[in-house]
C-alpha cells in the first residue's frame, strides 16, 4: 500500500501558484519523496523527487519539512495543461526499486 | 528528448488469446518495468527487470504473464491466456543503470480482452 496520503482533489486559478500537500509520517531514512502526475490515461510523468533539501527544476518545486513527515509540491504558474492527476511516491533508495502509487490528488486548473 | 515507445497504442483480443505488448526503453537504460491500470483505478507494479531476468513481481504477475527482452532494443509483456480482468493500460517504464532515480514511462497500451 502507499504510504503517503493526498487529498482527493484540489482546484486551482489559471496563472496562480498550485501547491499540491502530501503527508508521509511514516517516511524511513533512507526514502526518497518522488512526485508524478498522470495527465487523462497518459503514462506517469516524473516531475520531481528529493530526500530532505528543498528541490527546483524546470517544472515544479517541492519543500519537504524538516522532519520529512510531509512535503508540498509547487507548481509556481499553473496553466490548463497542468490539470492532471499527481502521485506524491516515497521510495527507498534501492535499485530497480518500483513504485507504489496512491490514489494521488485530482488538480484542476480552472480559466 | 529520449522517451520510452510502446505498440500497439490499442490492442483488442477475444478471451483466451495470446497477447504480446512491445516496448522500447530509453536506449541508455538497463532497468525495465510494466505497470497496469485498471480503467478508474491506481497504476500498479508488475514486473522489474535487469540483466535479462525479472528482478521482482507482484502477486499480479502470475505463470499466465512473462517478460522477455528479446534484443537489444525491445521488451515485451506477453499473457498466455487473457481473460476479461486483464482489460486495462500496460505502461512500460526503464530507468537508468543506477536504478535508483526516476523511471520514465511509456504512453501505455490500451489492451481490451473481450
Known amino acids: 500500500d502507499a504510504k503517503t496520503t493526498q487529498p482527493p482533489s484540489m482546484d486551482c486559478a489559471e496563472g496562480r501558484a498550485a501547491n499540491l500537500p502530501c503527508n508521509h509520517s511514516?517516511?524511513?531514512?533512507?526514502?526518497?519523496v518522488y512526485w508524478y502526475r498522470q495527465i487523462h490515461s497518459q503514462g506517469p510523468q516524473y516531475i520531481i523527487h528529493?530526500?530532505?533539501n528543498n528541490e527546483t527544476n524546470e517544472m515544479a518545486s517541492l519543500i519537504i519539512t524538516e522532519d520529512r513527515k510531509s512535503s508540498t509540491l509547487i507548481l509556481p504558474h499553473a496553466t490548463l495543461r497542468d490539470t492532471a492527476v499527481y502521485y506524491c511516491?516515497?521510495?527507498?533508495?534501492?535499485?530497480?526499486?518500483?513504485?507504489?502509487f496512491g490514489p494521488g490528488t485530482r488538480l484542476s486548473v480552472l480559466p | 528528448e529520449p522517451e520510452v515507445t510502446q505498440t500497439p497504442s490499442h490492442q483488442v483480443t477475444q478471451m483466451g488469446q495470446e497477447v504480446i505488448l512491445r516496448c522500447v526503453p530509453i536506449?541508455?537504460?538497463?532497468?525495465f518495468y510494466w505497470y497496469r491500470q485498471i480503467l478508474g483505478q491506481k497504476v500498479e507494479f508488475l514486473v522489474s527487470?535487469?540483466?535479462?531476468?525479472?528482478?521482482?513481481k507482484s502477486e499480479i504477475f502470475d505463470d499466465q504473464f512473462s517478460v522477455e527482452r528479446p534484443d537489444g532494443s525491445n521488451f515485451t509483456l506477453k499473457i498466455r491466456s487473457t481473460k476479461l480482468e486483464d482489460s486495462a493500460m500496460y505502461f512500460c517504464?526503464?530507468?537508468?543503470?543506477?536504478?535508483?532515480?526516476?523511471?520514465?514511462f511509456g504512453p501505455g497500451t490500451r489492451l481490451t480482452v473481450l
Open positions: 517504464a526503464s530507468s537508468d543503470s543506477g536504478g535508483y532515480n526516476e523511471q520514465f
Open positions: 511514516t517516511i524511513s531514512g533512507n526514502e526518497y
Open positions: 528529493g530526500l530532505k
Open positions: 511516491i516515497v521510495r527507498p533508495h534501492n535499485y530497480g526499486q518500483n513504485f507504489v
Open positions: 536506449s541508455n537504460h538497463l532497468y
Open positions: 527487470f535487469y540483466n535479462n531476468e525479472i528482478s521482482e
